[in-house]
């Protein structure tokens, strides 16, 4: 069945360092693809999104690249600040849109 | 900016007894779902709910589960009596319609069971 594995966490890092979350999926067919992130005490709030193959999703400075031939949709951002601690979570909608498959969410801790 | 809102924010309750959790998606909106994530768990999907029934269900919705939409706004989720496993954080989102991939999350109620 449909699957999202993420990297675990915590990450933790120093503000302006490189991050990279990694993100791979398993679906039949061609599912959309999703980062959520989780402020604490907050719902999942959208990030990014890509809808088909070799599509980019940019928010915030974060970006993820659609990758069917990794099935991968990892997420980077060049330079990270305090304000994005939070939980990231990679998910995938099937091409019904029916329900989402959430990874296990990776905890970013970002130290000043 | 349109959101889900749930209530209540944390519920604590005895092994047994039954609960209601509700949320009121966003205004418009015609596919609801519900989501739990047992901590330090992936978030796992419950059950769809389109049209006025149930449209998928997950393995977990077993018959301790109901969904309900009372009304024009309120969609609530029902366990009749709880077990210690089902403590979780439960997150309640919508979607607009067919054609949209996205969904819009709730902020989440955490149930204990004690």
């Known amino acids: 069945g449909d699957s999202v594995t993420q990297m675990e966490g915590p990450v933790t890092l120093s503000e302006e360092a490189f991050l990279t979350i990694n993100c791979t999926y398993t679906?039949?067919?061609?599912?959309?693809l999703f980062w959520y992130v989780q402020y604490p005490g907050e719902g999942l709030q959208l990030l990014l999104k890509?809808?088909?193959?070799?599509d980019k999703g940019s928010n915030k400075g974060f970006e993820a690249t659609y990758r069917k031939e990794t099935t991968s949709f990892h997420l980077e951002k060049g330079s990270v600040q305090v304000s994005d601690s939070a939980v990231y979570f990679c998910?995938?909608?099937?091409?019904?849109?029916?329900?989402?498959?959430f990874g296990s969410g990776t905890k970013l801790n970002v130290k000043p | 900016e349109p959101e889900v809102t749930q209530t209540p924010s944390h519920q604590v309750t005895q092994m047994g007894q039954e609960v209601i959790l509700r949320c009121v998606p966003i205004?418009?909106?015609?596919?609801f779902y519900w989501y739990r994530q047992i901590l330090g768990q992936k978030v796992e999907f419950l059950v769809s709910?389109?049209?006025?029934?149930?449209?998928?269900k997950s393995e977990i919705f077993d018959d301790q589960f109901s969904v309900e939409r009372p009304d024009g706004s309120n969609f609530t989720l029902k366990i009749r009596s709880t077990k210690l496993e089902d403590s979780a954080m439960y997150f309640c989102?919508?979607?607009?319609?067919?054609?949209?991939?996205?969904?819009?999350f709730g902020p989440g109620t955490r149930l204990t069971v004690l």
């Open positions: 709910f389109y049209n006025n029934e149930i449209s998928e």
């Open positions: 890509a809808t088909k193959a070799d």
């Open positions: 205004s418009n909106h015609l596919y």
């Open positions: 989102a919508s979607r607009a319609d067919g054609l949209s991939d996205e969904q819009f």
């Open positions: 679906a039949t067919g061609y599912p959309s």
């Open positions: 998910a995938l909608t099937p091409y019904n849109f029916n329900k989402f498959y």
